[in-house]
């Protein structure tokens, strides 16, 4: 990683077949073998599913089902 590249962030989330891929990432920070992105754009589709995963995620851990 070289800190200020731009990359495409790719998430695979699961129960799901197709990945999230968010195009226009660029690197923020690199420490050892851990690195930090900034998300430059994003489409309202790939942040609809990300505070989905979010909102399933709180769920789980606060007892509920999701």
Do not use: C
């Amino acid at each position: 990683m070289e800190l200020g590249k731009q990359v495409t962030v790719r998430l695979f989330i699961p129960g799901t077949d197709i990945p999230i891929d968010m195009e226009q990432a660029q690197i923020q920070w690199i420490h050892d073998q851990t690195f930090d992105v900034r998300f430059l754009e994003i489409r309202q589709s790939e942040l609809d599913e990300l505070e989905q995963l979010i909102d399933e995620y709180i769920a789980l851990n606060e007892g509920g089902q999701a």
